[in-house]
């Protein structure tokens, strides 16, 4: 079945970058998500990938998708106490119109 | 734009009793999603309406039913509640099935006692 899989905790400095990763199942995935969390709100879309490209690019944020080992990162370069909130990653496929979502990753950030 | 919105904001219920969460969104989408959100377990699929008139189970639909009243609107009951059910649930909307982009409102905060 499907599965999506991230560590829960990051924490990292001000100002440095943070790598949050993800690994998912199904190879099936059209599109791949990095949603954000703050706290005792919804979530909000940050970025998405199709699963035919590598890298994408927006403004301080990468994705990066390896295919082969059905891994997905979002880096945030310059990171501030402002990002801390809960990250999850999604995988999409073109059957039921599900969202399958990883646990969440809480990001960190200390002064 | 409100985007996708969701009553009440918070409730507590007894179990046994019954409610129904209210969610509307504004953008025209097709499609709409109730998703529960438990601590480390992220987000689980309930139910899902790919569009108006029509509704199909996700992966935890046992104890709730839903409504599509109309385009805009998509309400999740409880019948009978049970503690197993405190959770946040959240609504979502996309413009169509399959790869179309979710947009989620707030969350109702629900604590079954």
């Known amino acids: 079945g499907e599965d999506v899989e991230q560590s829960l905790f990051l924490s990292v400095r001000e100002g440095d970058s943070s790598v949050i990763n993800c690994t998912y199942t199904?190879?099936?995935?059209?599109?791949l998500y990095w949603y954000k969390q703050e706290p005792g709100a919804g979530l909000q879309l940050l970025t998405y990938?199709?699963?035919?490209?590598d890298m994408k690019q927006d403004q301080r944020l990468t994705v990066l998708l390896n295919k082969k080992d059905k891994h997905l990162s979002l880096r945030i370069a310059d990171t501030q106490t402002g990002d801390s909130a809960i990250y999850f990653c999604?995988?999409?496929?073109?059957?039921?119109?599900?969202?399958?979502f990883g646990q969440g990753t809480e990001l960190s950030v200390k002064p | 734009n409100a985007g996708v919105t969701q009553t009440p904001k918070f409730q507590v219920l007894k179990t046994g009793q019954s409610m129904t969460l209210q969610c509307a969104q504004d953008m025209n989408h097709n499609s709409m999603y109730w998703y529960r959100q438990d601590p480390g377990m992220g987000l689980r699929l309930i139910y899902y309406s790919a569009s108006e008139g029509t509704t199909d189970k996700g992966e935890v639909p046992n104890g709730y039913n839903v409504s599509r009243l109309n385009k805009r609107e998509f309400s999740l009951r409880l019948e009978s509640a049970a503690p197993s059910q405190t959770s946040v649930y959240f609504c979502?909307?996309?413009?169509?099935?399959?790869?179309?982009?979710?947009?989620f409102g707030p969350g109702t905060r629900l604590t079954v006692l």
């Open positions: 999604a995988e999409s496929y073109n059957q039921g119109g599900k969202l399958i």
């Open positions: 199904d190879s099936s995935s059209t599109y």
């Open positions: 979502a909307s996309s413009p169509g099935l399959g790869t179309d982009t979710q947009y």
């Open positions: 990938i199709f699963s035919n490209m």
